[in-house]
């Protein structure tokens, strides 16, 4: 038993690992050898002072991943031309569809459940609502057994479950 929840949870984090340096190596592959779509690149120049820095000519082929709202892209060259930063990226949607299924993975290990869609399911939440107050009248009903029964926290439990003595009074 212990096998099976070892290889479900570290096993699908080993895949990952290994479905991420496959990605890696396939945009190394695709850099070194210039087989990339020159319409998907996308060029980002910044201002940087190197002192002694002589300029580069041509772009040299760099490997390096970065995220920007969610969405991931590679770093493909560069080039270090009149005290500025030339750099040439490409959007990485294998690396962002990879990145989503360990996020739907993680969201399995939550007790907050969560849908597809992002929302909160309400209805198995409502339970441990109820699952609480079926304990608070437990406390109520028979303080004594309850102090021996949870003996911890019960000062806790009574300062959430203080009720009202009296209405609130009305505004008019």
């Known amino acids: 038993m212990l096998s099976i929840f070892l290889t479900y949870h570290l096993g699908y984090y080993g895949v990952y690992i290994i479905v991420e340096h496959q990605i890696n190596s396939q945009w190394k592959e695709k850099i070194l050898e210039d087989q990339l779509d020159m319409s998907a690149l996308k060029t980002v120049s910044t201002p940087f002072s190197l002192p002694y820095r002589p300029d580069q000519v041509d772009y040299q082929p760099t490997f390096g991943l970065f995220k920007i709202d969610g969405e991931f892209y590679r770093f493909v060259k560069y080039r270090y031309a009149m005290d500025t930063l030339h750099l040439v990226y490409a959007k990485d949607r294998k690396m962002e569809s990879l990145y989503g299924s360990l996020r739907d993975w993680a969201v399995t290990f939550t007790t907050i459940p969560v849908s597809k869609s992002g929302n909160v399911e309400w209805w198995k939440s409502m339970c441990k609502d109820f699952l609480m107050s079926l304990f608070a009248k437990e406390v109520y009903d028979r303080p004594l057994y309850a102090q021996k ?20 009074p009305k505004t008019t």
Do not use: R
């Open 149 to 168: 029964k949870y003996s911890k926290g019960l000062l806790f439990v009574y300062s959430f479950f203080i009720e009202v003595p009296s209405p609130p």
